[in-house]
């Protein structure tokens, strides 16, 4: 079955610790996408790839990074500079930037 | 800035009642237009999307959309709600030449017996 798999669904840290999202899809995508969800709002652009090696900051990219070493993986990286860290995490993977963009679970991040 | 508007951050229909969701954007040019739908701590599913050609929209789940250029408008509707059509939905907008995604809020859903 191909898909977009978000590891863990839950996940809890305490402040001052960086935390690592593992993202993975096998549907062969070369684009690969980061949103946060908040309640009440829409989602937000974190960190977007749209190859392998090369990646672009979204709209509140600040205290996340990111990499992109394999075509399947986009692991994100929420550290301590990050100051409301607390939120819903969906990664995402299209064919490419112009093509409709496919939704993992998500993971719910608390940080304590 | 392309924005998108969905009014009504809750709506409420019974079942078996017409389900109307309604998206603006704020763009002069016709944009990319998608409905995703989201269930409680899940990740979202599309429901349709509009690029070119036909204005009318079918997407599953037996949703469809009606891309208005005029009104600047892509309302979502279903005929007849069902229980299992609870969720919160999510109306997005890509420029052509931009094609990063613009987000709604999200509407809740929620289906009266």
């Known amino acids: 079955d191909g898909g977009i798999t978000q590891s863990p669904k839950y996940l809890f840290r305490k402040e001052g610790q960086n935390v690592t999202l593992s993202c993975e899809q096998n549907?062969?995508?070369?684009?690969m996408y980061w949103y946060r969800q908040d309640p009440g709002q829409g989602l937000r652009l974190i960190y977007y790839s749209q190859i392998v090696n090369d990646f672009q900051k979204g709209d509140i990219a600040e205290g996340y990074s990111v990499s992109r070493e394999k075509k399947e993986s986009f692991p994100l990286t929420v550290t301590s500079a990050q100051k409301n860290p607390t939120a819903f995490y969906l990664c995402?993977?299209?064919?490419?930037?112009?093509?409709?963009?496919?939704f993992g679970p998500g993971t719910r991040l608390t940080v304590l | 800035a392309q924005s998108v508007t969905q009014l009504g951050s809750h709506v409420s229909v019974s079942e078996g009642a017409l389900v109307l969701l309604r998206c603006n954007y704020s763009?002069?040019?016709?944009?990319?237009l998608f409905w995703y739908v989201q269930y409680p701590n899940q990740g979202l599913q599309l429901l349709l999307k509009?690029?070119?050609?036909a204005t009318l929209v079918k997407g599953i789940n037996g949703f469809e959309a009606e891309f208005k250029k005029s009104e600047t408008s892509f309302h979502l509707t279903k005929p007849s709600a069902h229980m299992s059509d609870a969720a919160e939905y999510f109306c997005?907008?890509?420029?052509?030449?931009?094609?990063?995604?613009?987000w709604g809020a999200g509407t809740k859903l929620i289906i009266k017996p």
């Open positions: 549907l062969n995508h070369d684009a």
């Open positions: 509009y690029t070119t050609g």
């Open positions: 995402a993977s299209s064919i490419g930037l112009a093509d409709t963009q496919y």
């Open positions: 763009s002069s040019v016709p944009p990319y």
């Open positions: 997005a907008v890509s420029e052509r030449s931009n094609y990063q995604l613009i």
